[in-house]
């Protein structure tokens, strides 16, 4: 007999993601992680930190605390390259997977986000008058071509990132694409959030 729980959280909509993009975007990094490697080699390979009778090395202590922010970059630069390597690498399964009661984002090195639909913000351009952050050409298109055609935008208490835009930045899908695949759950939620809670039964 198949648990009510499990029915709840197996997915109605699944986005897979690009580990094509994700190893363009390592290759990205990686070219700013070798010029700064390079220039913190540069420098302070010929740095010469031993005191002697004539020096206290003060100027190469000075050179060195300039330059720190070089290997500091350099170091946050290749992290962020293997970071998108590893994504493109994963083993596991990775994906967008949205159910009747959550979204759960799989992202690999960027960890596993799950997020309650009930909290979710969940709004079309059109819903979104004088908002000025989302505004744009496509806020005047028909409400049912941004329905069929655009992600809502999708907030969420618990994320500092819009959701909407972490989807598409991971997804191997256009847009279009992740508005179809997706427009099975979103109308779910979104009809879940205004039908009225059940009534209490008297006693």
Not at 125 to 149: M, Y
């Amino acid at each position: 007999m198949m648990h009510h729980g499990s029915e709840h959280s197996s997915p109605i909509a699944a986005l897979p993601v690009s580990r094509t993009r994700a190893l363009t975007r390592a290759l990205v990094w990686v070219a700013p992680a070798a010029v700064l490697t390079v220039a913190t080699l540069s420098i302070y390979r010929w740095l010469n930190f031993v005191p002697s009778g004539v020096s206290n090395r003060i100027v190469e202590y000075s050179i060195a605390a300039i330059a720190l922010p070089l290997p500091a970059a350099a170091l946050w630069t290749a992290l962020n390259a293997l970071r998108w390597l590893l994504f493109a690498l994963w083993p596991a399964k990775l994906g967008v997977f949205a159910s009747k009661t959550d979204l759960t984002l799989r992202l690999g090195p960027f960890g596993v986000r799950s997020f309650d639909a009930a909290r979710l913000d969940i709004r079309y351009l059109f819903e979104l008058a004088g908002d000025e952050d989302d505004a744009g050409f496509e806020g005047f298109l028909p409400e049912e071509q941004q329905r069929e055609t655009l992600l809502p935008r999708m907030v969420h208490p618990n994320s500092k990132q819009p959701l909407h835009r972490v989807i598409l930045c991971f997804s191997s899908a256009s847009e279009l694409d992740a508005a179809r695949i997706l427009r099975p759950a979103l109308d779910h939620w979104r009809a879940a959030a205004i039908s009225p809670a059940p009534a209490l039964g008297r006693v």
